[in-house]
Antibody
Framework: QVQLQESGPGLVRPSQTLSLTCLVS???????????WGWIRQPAGKGLEWIGR???????IYSPSLKSRLTMSLDTSTNQVSLKLKSVTAPDTAIYFC?????????????WGPGTVVTVSS | QSALTQPRSVSGSPGQSVTITCTGT?????????VSWYQQHPGKAPKLLIY???KRPSGVPDRFSASKSGNTASLTISGLQAEDESDYFC?????????FGGGTKVTVL
């Protein structure tokens, strides 16, 4: 059974780079069973915002509103998915979820991590 | 890439049915059969309820059903139960991108 666990710094200073990782257990991150891994965020009390996806092949698609600041990648040596968001500001404060598309749908998130809280503050 | 439109809240009594709508455009909901629905209890991660407009993952009760007509998708919860009180989000493929709805709070009266 595939499980996801996000990790991050908790607190990030404005203008710095946010770095998050998502440890995948139960399957390889580039398994043929996986279509892509994605990141979604949710400000406190608000809705879900799609951030982007990284395919098992390593290709990426980013949200147009975040594209200029965002990098997502796979690390097959550690079986982790990573997210880097540059030049953060207060509106980047949110719970960040890692999620996976396990292949039987072109676009859906079959499995989610519990999320990690990120606060941008000086 | 605008968020899909959902009602802020819907409510119903136990045993009743409620329907949540999700309105987009021909660039997302209307253009692709890749609408998914998620249930999120407070403090928890979202859970997939429906994918590809109408399909239920194994383990999701058949009380949850969904459909799409034009640019609007709908999720129906039949035989409402107390445990169904939660937030529900729709999601659609939008030609490379993915877009979520703003979410609907379902209250069981």
């Amino acid at each position: 059974q595939v499980q996801l666990q996000e990790s991050g710094p908790g607190l990030v200073r404005p203008s710095q780079t946010l770095s998050l990782t998502c440890l995948v257990s139960g399957d390889s991150i580039n398994s043929p069973n996986v279509r892509y891994w994605g990141w979604i965020r949710q400000p406190a009390g608000k809705g879900l915002e799609w951030i982007g996806r990284v395919y098992a092949s390593g290709g990426t698609i980013y949200s147009p509103s975040l594209k200029s600041r965002l990098t997502m990648s796979l690390d097959t040596s550690t079986n982790q998915v990573s997210l880097k968001l540059k030049s953060v500001t207060a509106p980047d404060t949110a719970i960040y979820f890692c999620a996976g598309n396990l292949g039987n749908s072109y676009d859906a998130f079959h499995i989610w991590g519990p999320g990690t809280v990120v606060t941008v503050s000086s | 890439q605008s968020a899909l439109t959902q009602p802020r809240s819907v409510s119903g009594s136990p045993g009743q049915s409620v329907t949540i709508t999700c309105t987009g455009t021909s660039d997302d909901v209307g253009g692709y059969n890749y609408v998914s629905w998620y249930q999120q209890h407070p403090g928890k991660a979202p859970k997939l309820l429906i994918y590809d407009v109408t399909k239920r993952p194994s383990g999701v009760p058949d009380r949850f059903s969904a459909s799409k007509s034009g640019n609007t998708a709908s999720l129906t919860i039949s035989g409402l139960q107390a445990e169904d009180e939660s937030d529900y989000f729709c999601c659609s493929y939008a030609g490379s991108y993915t877009v979520f709805g703003g979410g609907t709070k379902v209250t069981v009266l």
